[in-house]
């Protein structure tokens, strides 16, 4: 388990670094398109960027390494008091301003 649960973390991280780099590719195709006043080079392109966005958060959600949750109940059993745990419950209360 322990072989398995490291091997799929990688593989689950250089595939989340592959798509983040062509994320980064598609991200200037759509400037470029903007540049060029091509509106629908820019939508095409836009949704694109999207739907690989939808898909790196598929892959992410696959392996527990890349989940917040876990991430948070560790930080919760290390805080030392009430305070400290108010303050790591809140970081999953997030809401744009």
């Excluded at 890349?66 to 108010?86: R, V, Y």
């Amino acid at each position: 388990m322990y072989i398995y649960f490291h091997v799929s973390y990688d593989l689950v991280d250089l595939t989340r670094q592959v798509l983040a780099k062509y994320a980064n590719e598609l991200f200037l195709k759509v400037i470029e398109a903007y540049r060029l006043k091509d509106s629908h080079g820019v939508a095409h392109q836009s949704q694109m960027f999207l739907d690989l966005v939808e898909d790196i958060d598929t892959l992410l959600a696959c392996h527990e390494g890349f989940l917040l949750g876990p991430w948070l109940e560790s930080a919760k059993q290390l805080a030392h008091d009430e305070e400290q745990q108010i303050q790591v419950s809140s970081l999953s209360n997030y809401s744009p301003i």
